[in-house]
């Protein structure tokens, strides 16, 4: 217990802060910044409310945050413990709950999940919640509900998928940022390139790793001699930017190259000087300030999904139209 109530201790200052009326600078001052949020975009937000949720309810979401960040959960994880909490108890630390159930998460200390005083504490709920999703088995290529459930084990599983959407703008706030449903998907997509991005959105916040990434989901990285060694990605389960385009690309059937330059020499090319307003969503678009470096997958509205470099995570954010060297169109 002295670690996990060492953590209580070290959030008191924030939760204060969030409770007074903190502004994102102080939430992104504690908690650091990840480069980019799960789905979101910088904007104008406060961290202590969010899609219709006040400061006691923010602030449990900000320890189920920096909860995960120490124990170096993804940010997907983040997305499912948040999820899972506004499902159980819409973000209250309540007493009461379906026969034993308490606190935010509604465990059961008949199930082993600590006594009542215990699960009461927000930091040691959200920490056993991540051990058993950590525990859990190909966790990052499940749906967030899904991931949700396989902890859980809800009688209700279908309620975790209608939160999703809501723990996203909640984090957004805690990292200061917002979310919308237009980044996730910024027009309508049906049909193999909904199979895609979808595909790829699946593992927003999922960790970088040089040389990571299967057709299956992500993989160990491997050593490149170089910044990715600094960063460690050898010793990191997740994605390189081709890594991340062969997996989704691969549930839709389609076999991809595990290399940008490669995969730049697949289907029809769309050059540079024709913008973006013809690319298409799922297109693969290339980075290149002289040969190919980088790949991501396009969303529309200038904004695409990728896994941009080491000590970064999976996510969106706008096409870099300074690097941009074209598109290739797999999907006709």
């Known amino acids: 217990m002295g670690r996990i109530a060492a953590a209580g201790a070290s959030l008191v200052f924030v939760l204060i802060l969030l409770i007074g009326g903190g502004t994102i600078a102080v939430v992104q ?13 910088p904007a104008v937000a406060t961290a202590t409310s969010a899609a219709g949720y006040g400061p006691q309810e923010m602030t449990n979401a900000a320890t189920i945050v920096a909860v995960g960040k120490r124990m170096n959960v993804p940010e997907q994880g983040w997305v499912i413990a948040i999820t899972t909490a506004i499902t159980e ?25 600590g006594t009542v005083a215990q699960i009461m504490d927000p930091a040691y709920s959200s ?9 859990s088995p190909n966790w990052q290529t499940m749906p967030v509900a899904e991931a949700a459930q396989t902890v859980q084990r809800s009688g209700f599983p279908d309620r975790y998928a ?9 984090l957004g706030a805690v990292q200061g940022a917002t979310c919308s449903t237009s980044d996730a998907t910024p027009i309508p997509v049906t049909g193999p390139a909904k199979i895609v991005i979808d595909a790829a959105r699946s593992q927003l916040g999922v960790t ?11 993989s160990r990285g491997i050593r490149d001699g170089g910044v990715a060694d600094q960063h460690g990605d ?4 997740g994605f390189d930017c081709s890594g991340l385009t062969l997996f989704a690309y691969a549930q839709a059937g389609i076999s991809l190259p595990h290399q940008s330059g490669g995969q730049f020499n697949v289907g029809t ?18 980075y290149s300030p002289e040969t190919i470096h980088h790949v991501g997958i396009y969303l529309g509205n200038g904004q695409m999904i990728n896994a941009y470099e080491s000590g970064t995570v999976v996510r969106v954010q ?6 941009y060297a074209g598109a290739v169109r797999i999907l006709q």
């Open 234 to 237: 050898y010793t990191k389960i």
């Open 269 to 286: 090319r769309i050059p540079r000087s024709a913008g973006l307003a013809v690319l298409n969503p799922a297109d693969l678009v290339f």
């Open 29 to 41: 001052a504690v908690f650091g910044s990840s480069g980019g949020s799960a789905n979101c975009a």
């Open 318 to 323: 706008p096409v870099d139209l300074s690097e």
């Open 89 to 113: 108890s819409q973000l209250h630390n309540l007493d009461h709950g379906d026969q034993d159930s308490v606190g935010l998460f509604q465990q059961r200390p008949s199930q082993g999940w």
């Open 208 to 218: 970088y790793a040089w040389g990571g990434g299967t057709a299956t989901g992500p």
């Open 127 to 135: 920490e056993q919640f991540y051990r058993h999703l950590l525990a």
């Open 162 to 170: 209608t939160n999703e959407q809501t723990a996203r703008q909640i």
